[in-house]
């Protein structure tokens, strides 16, 4: 019998194939907005928008839910772009000059981004041009005509190129050099000089054979390409933008002066010198440029001016804005961020005489900016997606899924009293374009992110589209510092410009003591918990209506009063007193104040029993918030954690002491471990392989060798850090008796179990007793090579994880088997392992750090449907790394299942972003403004599934040129991704088949995009006070071997590509 306790089990066919069925890695959508935003165009027919980055990605949206995404080969900067009116087409010019063109084609019913074409111009001198040396070198502009089947391309030399769209190629025998434009302007304006680039070329709306050129120098040319000559020209100024008015009667030049002009552009020979009309909008001092300009007319006969900078230089210089005139009517709307381009939805059928603008669109540099131009006062519109998630940076995160009907109508109530709108607005989403093809989810998820300027926003992400539906502010009920200097700069507004501000880009906090750390929803009963960074906790209940209330406060010495240590960080912020106005919304009924003042690291909500856990780097307090009464106060510092004190402005000083302290403890090892080895190494590899032979046959497979962990110094700086929390109702005294408990795990490897005397709650009631909650020490346990605790979780009789507060007494799920014996599973950053309840004695175990040479980073447990059989699940481990790898394992057994990489080593932001879903999804910021979300499961998918109307035949001869398919956008962010040839599209569709967000096909069952995660809500902190460990240095830098070793998989996996793509 013993030699079967060594032996590996082999691969068993069944349970590879239900792997399958149950997993399956997945990148399926990017959530937020695009980061680096550099390029924008919009179809007017098909009512989509496009946005290019400096990346090089490109991202199409039309209605909620209608998305495509596209990366191009290089990374290069995407310049300009513009849509083939009603064709899906799309032509992208990047920073090289090189263009591309994509087209949205079906596959099986769903659309898809692919680049079909690109084209590299030639810059060789005298290319197509005898009479003298043209370059192509760059292109300036670019300018469709003849509906998308003929570009103009404008050049950096002042020739004008014409390229045949379908095929990408230049024609011979057309281009317009600059001298053949010299030979219409005034001998006296010529004078040796230069036209200089083209900067914007305007197509004639009723004529497509004229067309409007402007050069850099001034020089506006109406040019006839019919008759090969100019039919006006006019003499300006130093030439920003040009805007042809419907008509082709007029037409509008922005300045680098600040100046823009109105020309007629009537029959006439002679060159024009005098405007129409010339102003400077904000003079008559020195202005900035009008970088662009749109001149729109209406039916009422008023016209809309919108252009974008032209600012007075010295006063509002860094301001950046968009004006917009009509009439007499001039608003300068401020933006918090740099204008990338903007566009306005209009009629552009030829029949209508008239432009009549519905909206205004606006891209800047970190949001989206819509404005209804029908509507009097211009209001801005609510963006059902592209909300920027980064409005004030992310420090933490959490999900809730299956959120209960009744608190979701709440919350988007809630959220809609916060920003009234018109009821016209909730329709007057101008991009509608395209059709979405998935179900509409049958149950709903919550996104929570908390933010450094201490709100937290609810957003929801049941869907493709990551909507936002609510915002909790903190801040109100603290005093600021920034208050009265806010007041002053508002009284020193001037009425002239009339700005307006616009949008919700605001990257600077009034106080950093108010950011949020962690979250907690608790989604039956409307409760939850947010806690910040100055140490303060707020317990908050849902209101459906205004009050006016005092906030109960209470502090909790995490100290308990012991000597020698003095806080050296920030003081706590001072809580307003009296009673104070709340909105409808999350409202503050107890604020908890740990002293000393230090940032929450945990903190975990049990509704049920009204009780709010929370832990520091000082230690964990336990906290009544029904009877307002602290429970229990537990310090965990050790006697050398001295960094613990001093707060996160002295972190110079302790990365340099964590370093000195980390180098000794390596030669301190080395030296051990030389004394040891002179003369214990050879009896005992002696005694190793006589035990050997004895124990194991030569044909049983060993065991893989483990990695040598050196134990952790138990006066490590950090080491009393509370890195997790939980409540659970089980078996801690005995094995006849559960109750109420409360875990704690440290930084130094220590894991605390309370037992809780909570008084229950009459039959039918909700609220329990007034009598005092009394906490009792029952077990602690000290893991053995000191490692951080990340998770505690307890499973029941079953091996399953007990349900969350109120699911079983309201029977929403399973009850708990408190029959068979309790289990605790413990994660720490090495090992996972599970004892037995109540003799906390170890029962299975899994070494992460020994067998795969990485630390980890985020558990959670997760349920994994199968795709075959709908009643079938298993309940699963899933774990990230420092090393960026998603491992699962099963539950209670720790077995591995499976493991897919998923995120770079080398994005330490990312991985500290990442938060699990209950049923196998999950997110990590791929950009401080996107969220890359991605599925570990077979079934439960969430990605875009949508189509588009589009009136261009399908020709063999255009297909025939597609380049490939479009890589998925996060290989932007670095993750490898696999790129396939056109004949490789209908391959094998494995479990772990990369699958984009561009590409959706899922399998039959997987249809349905619905995300079925359970009640549980996950959460993550983001560090964003720049404490950077040896832990992380040694994650970036690793060690000789998993250097080697990660080279070899890169070049494994570069050829791996090339084979793909060679084929």
Excluded at 164 to 182: C, I, K, M, R, S
Excluded at 204 to 225: A, Q
Aim: aromatic share 8%; net charge negative; proline share 7%.
């Amino acid at each position: 019998m013993m030699k079967f306790r060594f032996r590996r089990q082999g691969a068993d066919p069944q349970r590879e194939k239900l792997k399958q069925e149950l997993f399956a890695f997945n990148k399926t959508v990017e959530h937020g907005f695009p980061n680096q935003p550099s390029a924008l165009a919009f179809d007017p027919e098909l009512r989509i928008m496009a946005i290019g980055t400096r990346s090089g990605a490109v991202k199409i949206y039309g209605a909620p839910g209608v998305e495509f995404t596209g990366l191009h080969r290089d990374t290069a900067t995407v310049t300009q772009m513009h849509f083939l009116p009603g064709q899906g087409r799309l032509l992208t010019l990047l920073d090289d000059s090189s263009l591309h063109l994509w087209e949205i084609v079906h596959h099986n019913g769903c659309a898809h981004l692919e680049e079909a074409l690109s084209f590299q111009p030639p810059s060789r001198p005298g290319f197509d041009c005898a009479s003298g040396p043209l370059s192509l070198a760059r292109v300036t502009v670019v300018l469709l005509l003849a509906a998308g089947d003929l570009a103009a391309l404008g050049t950096e030399g002042g020739s004008v190129f014409f390229l045949d769209v379908p095929t990408l190629t230049l024609l011979e025998g057309q281009t317009l050099a600059p001298d053949d434009v010299l030979r219409s302007v005034p001998d006296d304006y010529r004078c040796g000089k230069a036209l200089g680039p083209v900067e914007s070329l305007q197509g004639h709306l009723r004529d497509p054979t004229k067309i409007l050129i402007g050069y850099s120098r001034g020089l506006l040319v109406i040019w006839n390409r019919a008759a090969q000559c100019a039919d006006r020209v006019f003499l300006g100024n130093q030439l920003e933008s040009l805007c042809w008015e419907r008509s082709g009667n007029t037409l509008v030049s922005s300045h680098s002066d600040g100046s823009y002009a109105v020309w007629s552009a009537g029959a006439g020979g002679s060159p024009v010198t005098q405007p129409t009309v010339a102003t400077t909008p904000y003079g008559p001092f020195p202005c900035k440029a009008i970088n662009k300009i749109l001149w729109r007319n209406c039916a009422s006969g008023d016209h809309f001016i919108i252009f974008s900078g032209g600012m007075p230089r010295a006063s509002y210089g860094d301001r950046h804005c968009v004006s917009v005139l009509r009439a007499e009517t001039l608003v300068t709307l401020d933006f918090t961020s740099r204008i990338i381009d903007f566009f306005t939805v209009h009629s552009t059928r030829p029949e209508d005489e008239f432009d009549e603008p519905q909206a205004l669109a606006v891209l800047l540099e970190e949001e989206l900016v819509v404005l209804d131009l029908q509507t009097p006062g211009w209001p801005a519109v609510p963006a059902p997606y592209l909300a920027p998630l980064h409005s004030s940076a992310i420090t933490c995160s959490a999900h809730v899924a299956n959120v209960p009907a009744k608190l979701w109508a709440r919350i988007v109530s809630a959220g809609e009293q916060q920003s009234p709108q018109p009821a016209s607005s909730a329709s007057s989403w101008p991009i509608t374009g395209g059709r979405n093809l998935a179900q509409e989810p049958s149950q709903r998820g919550l996104l929570l992110t908390g933010h450094e300027d201490g709100t937290v926003r609810f957003w929801d992400a049941s869907g493709v589209a990551l909507r936002p539906l609510y915002k909790l502010s903190t801040a109100g009920l603290f005093q600021t510092d920034c208050e009265h200097a806010d007041s002053l700069a508002q009284a020193a507004e001037d009425d002239w410009p009339p700005f307006r501000k616009v949008g919700c880009f605001d990257p600077y906090s009034d106080d950093p003591r108010l950011g949020v750390q962690k979250v907690a929803l608790c989604k039956y009963t409307a409760q939850m918990v947010v806690a910040g960074t100055a140490g303060q906790v707020l317990v908050l209940e849902l209101s459906d209506v205004p009050s006016e209330q005092a906030v109960s406060v209470a502090s909790v010495d995490l100290l308990q009063d012991r000597e020698g240590f003095t806080w050296k960080g920030h003081e706590r912020l001072s809580p307003r007193t009296g009673p104070l106005p709340w909105p409808a919304g999350f409202q503050p009924r107890v604020l908890v104040q740990c002293l000393p003042p230090a940032a929450v690291t945990a903190v975990t909500l049990h509704a049920e029993w009204s009780l709010v856990a929370f832990g520091t780097s000082h230690g964990f307090g336990l906290f009544d918030y029904q009877r307002k009464s602290p429970v229990l106060a537990r310090c965990t510092l050790h006697p050398n954690d001295s960094l613990a004190m001093e707060g996160p402005l002295s972190r110079v000083k302790s990365l340099k002491k964590s370093l000195r302290q980390s180098f000794r403890r390596i030669r301190k090892s080395r030296v051990s471990g030389k004394k040891r080895a002179a003369n214990a190494n050879s009896k005992l590899q002696e005694a190793n392989a006589q035990l050997a032979e004895q124990a194991c046959p030569h044909d049983v497979e060993m065991t893989p060798v483990q990695r040598r962990i050196e134990p952790r110094s138990a006066d490590d700086s950090l080491s009393g850090v509370v890195r997790c929390l939980y409540f659970a109702d089980t078996f801690l005294r005995d094995a006849a008796h559960h109750g109420p408990t409360m875990w704690a795990g440290t930084n130094s490897g220590s894991v605390f179990a309370y037992a809780l005397e909570v008084p229950a709650a009459a039959a039918g009631g909700e609220k329990r007793p007034e009598r005092a909650v009394e906490a009792v020490l029952g077990k602690e346990v000290q893991l053995m090579h000191r490692a951080p605790v990340v998770a505690i979780a307890v499973l029941d009789g079953r091996g399953r994880p007990l349900p969350e507060p109120y699911e079983a007494s309201r029977d929403l799920a399973q009850a708990p088997d408190m029959q068979g014996g309790h289990a605790v599973l413990i994660a720490s950053e090495e090992q996972f392992k599970v004892f037995t309840l109540p003799k906390v004695s170890a029962k299975t175990k899994f070494k992460l750090t020994a067998h795969e040479g990485c630390r980890v980073r985020k558990v959670a447990l997760a349920t994994f449907a199968s795709v075959a059989c709908e009643d079938y699940a298993e309940t699963c481990l899933a774990c990230l790394t420092n090393l960026g790898d998603v491992h699962v394992f099963s539950v209670p057994g720790l077995r591995p299942q499976v493991h897919y990489s998923c995120i770079r080593k080398e994005d330490i932001s990312g991985i500290a972003s990442c938060v699990f879903t209950r049923h196998g999804q999950g997110f990590y910021l791929i950009s401080p403004s996107e969220f890359e979300r991605f599925s570990l499961s077979a079934r439960n998918i969430t990605e875009p599934l949508c189509s588009l109307d589009i009136s261009w035949p399908r020709d063999t001869t255009r297909t025939s040129h597609r380049l490939r398919e479009s890589p998925k956008l996060s290989q932007a962010n670095g993750t490898p991704g696999v790129v396939l040839a056109p004949g490789s599209r209908d391959g094998s569709p494995g479990p772990a088949r990369s699958k984009g967000a561009d590409t959706p096909e899922p399998p039959e069952a997987t249809l349905s995009p619905m995300s079925i995660d359970s009640a549980t809500s996950a959460d993550t902190t983001l560090d964003t006070t720049g404490d950077v460990t040896v832990e992380d240095v040694k994650d970036f830098l690793g060690s000789s071997e998993e250097s080697e070793k990660n080279l070899r998989n890169l070049a494994e996996d570069e050829a791996r590509a090339c084979a793909v793509l060679i084929k």
